[in-house]
Structures are given as C-alpha cells and as structure tokens.
C-alpha cells in the first residue's frame, strides 16, 4: 500500500492521512516516510466507514505511534468499523463528531492486550457494552475524546487552535511526555512515579539544558538587582 492509497496530504506543518484501510505494516511505512521536522503533527481523518486491518497486533501499533516523534491525533467522523477503536486508543489526542459510532464486528480477532488497555481507556461498563452489543455511540464516550465537536468544521476551527499550542512545546519534552505515558500505562502509581523522575532527570541534567537554565536565571539575576536598586 503506497502513501497515495492512504490519501496522504500535507498541509504546512500537518500530515492529513484519510485512510479507508490500512494495516500495521503500512503504518510503519508511512511514519518512515514522513519527515517530524516538516510535519511535526499526523492527523488520521477517519471518514464514514474506515475499516482498519490492526487485528491481533495492537501491542506493535502501540509501540510504534508511542515511540515516533509525531503528535498523533485521530478524528472520527462517522460510522466507522474494526480497527479504528486500537488506532484511537494508541493515537496521542481523540476528537470526533458527536454522532459518529466505533462498530466491532471481530471480537474474536482481538489482540489480548487490547481488552485491557480498552477497559482502562473506555471504563469497564461501556467496553462491555462495546463487545456485547458490537457498537456504541460517541454521545456516550464524551470523558474519553480530547474533544465531541457537532460537526467537522467546528472540529477544524478549534483544533486550529490546539495545533498551535502543540507546535509551542519543546520537541524533546514531547517525546519525553510520551513515553512517560506508554510506558507507565500499565504500571502500578509508585513504579510510574520513578519512570516519570528517571526520564525527567534524563532531560534536565543534559548539558544544554543546564545552559538554558542558567542563562534563564542569570537574566532574571540582573533584573532583580536592576529592581531592588531602583527601589532602595
């Protein structure tokens, strides 16, 4: 599958991918051929009717989109089927029209890892609701999603916005941001506590950001005794 079949568009600093179908390994591909400099934020457009191939693989989905240096954002909009719950789940941001609907129809092909990341991510009850009936409303997962806009255009305007804000933060500090949260997903309190210190520490003892720092401070040093002396 090449990127074209994936319907791949570039928009300044924002790689749209609208994908009808799409399975793990063409997902790789197209992180290996996108470039995080250029398009530092991958937004997937699930249209009515996305049917995704991630069956019995999303432990490898879930790595791949926590460790890649994008910002993945998922949007539904419409009925979509199998596969789109895993995207959702691993992507970094959730949106969708307050009318779409997630239909399962393979239960059986589920990978194990996903019923328990999906009890955790949609909450005991309404996963349940989601295997048993095979299909369940958006208007119900509202605390799950970043945002239930009432259609696509108020979705666009507003996740403007948050592209904006994305584009502000320190690249490494998002990465860093990322991996803390994969990785302790699974994790007791104390143990992703540690993770969380170890990382951070990591990013705070680097030469450069001991530079940063102490430029920062020596500024406001200056400005101080400017202030302190003015006043006395």
């Known amino acids: 599958m090449s990127t074209s079949d994936l319907a791949l568009e570039k928009r300044g600093d924002l790689a749209v991918v609208s994908p009808l179908s799409l399975d793990i390994d063409?997902?790789?591909?197209?992180?290996g051929s996108l470039d995080c400099s250029e398009t530092p934020v991958l937004l997937f457009d699930l249209k009515d009717g996305t049917s995704l191939n991630f069956s019995g693989c999303f432990s490898r989905l879930f790595d791949v989109l926590s460790s890649c240096n994008f910002i993945v954002v998922s949007f539904i909009d419409?009925?979509?089927?199998?596969?789109?719950?895993?995207?959702?789940?691993?992507?970094?941001?959730l949106f969708a029209t307050d009318s779409s609907q997630i239909l399962l129809t393979k239960i059986e092909k589920l990978d194990p890892s996903l019923l328990y990341y999906g009890l955790r991510f949609f909450g005991w009850v309404r996963f349940k609701e989601l295997l048993f009936l095979g299909i369940l409303g958006v208007d119900k997962l509202r605390d799950c999603f970043n945002g239930v806009f009432e259609n696509r255009k108020t979705f666009e305007v507003e996740f403007e916005k948050v592209k904006r804000e994305i584009l502000e933060l320190n690249p490494r500090g998002v990465?860093?941001?990322k991996k803390v949260i994969s990785w302790s997903y699974g994790m007791g309190f104390e143990s992703a506590l540690l993770l969380e210190k170890d990382v951070f520490t990591y990013i705070f003892g680097r030469e450069e950001t001991k530079d940063s720092l102490n430029s920062f401070l020596l500024r406001e040093k200056q400005k101080f005794e400017r202030r302190f002396c003015n006043e006395v």
Do not use: C, F, K
Request: net charge negative; proline share 0%.
């Open 175 to 177: 990465l860093a941001t």
């Open 26 to 31: 063409s997902l790789v591909n197209l992180i």
């Open 78 to 93: 419409g009925t979509v089927r199998d596969g789109v719950i895993e995207l959702a789940i691993a992507s970094d941001l």
